[in-house]
């Protein structure tokens, strides 16, 4: 069991390496490749994201067809040819476009991670399992950024591709020797556009799936507005400079921490209702700081924005494995194929959401924070929509939440 959560944690730690170790890098990659507008530079980021939700939407539905370690393998080698085309990119497109094949690539040992999880667990022991994963996997954004500061002052942003590279090697390595195949041939599903589209139809039509699919979405699109804009607020806005990583790890600190209270306390209250009190804390704090922060004219001390961002992320790390576990909840039976739509869903959505408060970046705090109360807001009601009995639906009372 150690070696399945450390394994399924580095597989997921990819995503989480690739965009935390660039932060630091975004703006010598945009002088280096001519960007003239700051708020570009978040493209690096949003670009990532792109790939990422889009590749989920392949990776699922392959894995059911031909067993989840081939598909595995497919990803981590688009992730690694995207980390070369990134590494070599005399342009800003050939970036971007690096960065979309990541992005894609990773997507597939993600997804993967979901359904190999799934395929060994059920209910309460899988969000649980989950919540361990995420917080071995949170150790990353702790540490990623001020490796990334440090790779940057000694070799140029470029080495920070080349790590990106190891790492997809190393990785292989490990999942190859290490991990069993999870999916035995006469459960897999004969890859058939009619058959993938059945299985999209079941998920979309399922109300506790896709339910909690767009409360994933919605929330996570204000975090993913924080991660776009988390260099300019804390390092520029702020005036934090090399000291950016250490605060950006604090707030990494809270997360991880709330993914290991999690993994206790989803077993005594369940997943349903510790989404519920932390989606209201987060909208609660959020709709307060607003009112605070407006009235320091959108930049207050840097000590009350700390305290209000540990607060709400130590909610999302209590949304970070239970959301996604009480999608997938009914999807036994194609958990390859509901790994990859919740995903996607939610990823696009998030994307969609969170490069609107990332791009509407003016200097101040406020369209963070008011991304956050909104969007919290919206996954209150995505949540009891799910939770809503209903004849035409899977009732989410008869799911073990």
Same mark, same amino acid.
């Given at each position: 069991?150690?070696?399945?959560?450390?394994?399924?944690?580095?597989?997921?730690?990819?995503?989480?390496?690739?965009?935390?170790?660039?932060?630091?890098?975004?703006?010598?990659?945009?002088?280096?490749?001519?960007?003239?507008?700051?708020?570009?530079?978040?493209?690096?980021?949003?670009?990532?994201?792109?790939?990422?939700?889009?590749?989920?939407?392949?990776?699922?539905?392959?894995?059911?067809?031909?067993?989840?370690?081939?598909?595995?393998?497919?990803?981590?080698?688009?992730?690694?040819?995207?980390?070369?085309?990134?590494?070599?990119?005399?342009?800003?497109?050939?970036?971007?476009?690096?960065?979309?094949?990541?992005?894609?690539?990773?997507?597939?040992?993600?997804?993967?991670?979901?359904?190999?999880?799934?395929?060994?667990?059920?209910?309460?022991?899988?969000?649980?399992?989950?919540?361990?994963?995420?917080?071995?996997?949170?150790?990353?954004?702790?540490?990623?950024?001020?490796?990334?500061?440090?790779?940057?002052?000694?070799?140029?942003?470029?080495?920070?591709?080349?790590?990106?590279?190891?790492?997809?090697?190393?990785?292989?390595?490990?999942?190859?020797?290490?991990?069993?195949?999870?999916?035995?041939?006469?459960?897999?599903?004969?890859?058939?556009?009619?058959?993938?589209?059945?299985?999209?139809?079941?998920?979309?039509?399922?109300?506790?799936?896709?339910?909690?699919?767009?409360?994933?979405?919605?929330?996570?699109?204000?975090?993913?507005?924080?991660?776009?804009?988390?260099?300019?607020?804390?390092?520029?806005?702020?005036?934090?400079?090399?000291?950016?990583?250490?605060?950006?790890?604090?707030?990494?600190?809270? /997360?991880? #921490?709330? $993914?290991?209270?999690?993994?206790? &306390?989803?077993?005594?209250? @369940?997943? %349903?209702? +510790? !989404?519920?009190? =932390?989606?209201?804390?987060?909208?609660?704090?959020?709709?307060?700081?607003?009112?605070?922060?407006?009235?320091?004219?959108?930049?207050?001390?840097?000590?009350?924005?700390?305290?209000?961002?540990?607060?709400?992320?130590?909610?999302?790390?209590?949304?970070?494995?239970?959301?996604?576990?009480?999608?997938?909840?009914?999807?036994?039976?194609?958990?390859?194929?509901?790994?990859?739509?919740?995903?996607?869903?939610?990823?696009?959505?998030?994307?969609?959401?969170?490069? /609107?408060? #990332?791009? $509407?970046?003016?200097?101040?705090? &406020?369209?963070?924070?008011? @991304?956050? %109360?909104? +969007? !919290?807001?919206? =996954?209150?009601?995505?949540?009891?929509?799910?939770?809503?009995?209903?004849?035409?639906?899977?009732?989410?009372?008869?799911?073990?939440?």
């Amino acid at each position: 069991m150690g070696e399945f959560i450390g394994l399924m944690a580095m597989l997921t730690a990819l995503v989480a390496l690739s965009i935390d170790m660039l932060l630091p890098a975004l703006p010598a990659i945009g002088a280096t490749l001519g960007v003239s507008r700051a708020n570009d530079n978040q493209l690096i980021v949003s670009l990532f994201f792109l790939g990422f939700g889009l590749g989920q939407l392949f990776y699922g539905p392959g894995s059911d067809a031909v067993g989840r370690k081939p598909a595995a393998y497919v990803g981590l080698a688009l992730y690694m040819t995207g980390c070369l085309l990134a590494f070599a990119s005399r342009s800003f497109v050939l970036m971007l476009v690096g960065r979309f094949l990541q992005g894609f690539g990773v997507a597939g040992p993600r997804t993967i991670t979901l359904a190999l999880v799934r395929d060994r667990f059920e209910g309460r022991e899988m969000a649980r399992v989950m919540s361990l994963v995420m917080a071995v996997f949170i150790l990353v954004p702790i540490v990623a950024p001020a490796l990334g500061q440090a790779i940057l002052g000694i070799s140029g942003w470029r080495a920070i591709f080349g790590v990106y590279l190891t790492m997809g090697l190393i990785a292989s390595i490990w999942f190859g020797m290490r991990q069993d195949e999870t999916l035995p041939p006469d459960r897999r599903i004969p890859f058939s556009p009619a058959r993938v589209w059945s299985a999209v139809c079941e998920v979309v039509t399922n109300r506790c799936s896709i339910g909690y699919t767009l409360a994933s979405g919605f929330i996570f699109g204000a975090f993913l507005g924080y991660l776009s804009s988390a260099q300019q607020i804390l390092q520029q806005e702020y005036g934090l400079g090399a000291r950016f990583p250490v605060y950006f790890a604090l707030l990494a600190i809270a /997360i991880g #921490g709330a $993914s290991l209270v999690n993994a206790r &306390l989803v077993v005594r209250y @369940g997943m %349903a209702a +510790l !989404s519920n009190w =932390s989606l209201r804390g987060i909208c609660l704090v959020s709709i307060v700081f607003a009112v605070v922060a407006s009235a320091g004219s959108g930049q207050p001390p840097l000590s009350l924005l700390m305290t209000y961002l540990m607060v709400t992320f130590f909610g999302i790390g209590l949304l970070f494995g239970n959301l996604n576990a009480l999608a997938m909840q009914p999807l036994g039976h194609i958990a390859g194929t509901g790994a990859a739509v919740v995903g996607a869903t939610s990823m696009l959505i998030s994307l969609a959401l969170g490069t /609107i408060i #990332g791009q $509407s970046y003016n200097g101040t705090v &406020l369209p963070l924070v008011a @991304g956050f %109360a909104v +969007l !919290s807001g919206c =996954s209150i009601i995505a949540t009891a929509w799910a939770e809503a009995p209903s004849t035409g639906f899977a009732n989410s009372a008869q799911i073990d939440v």
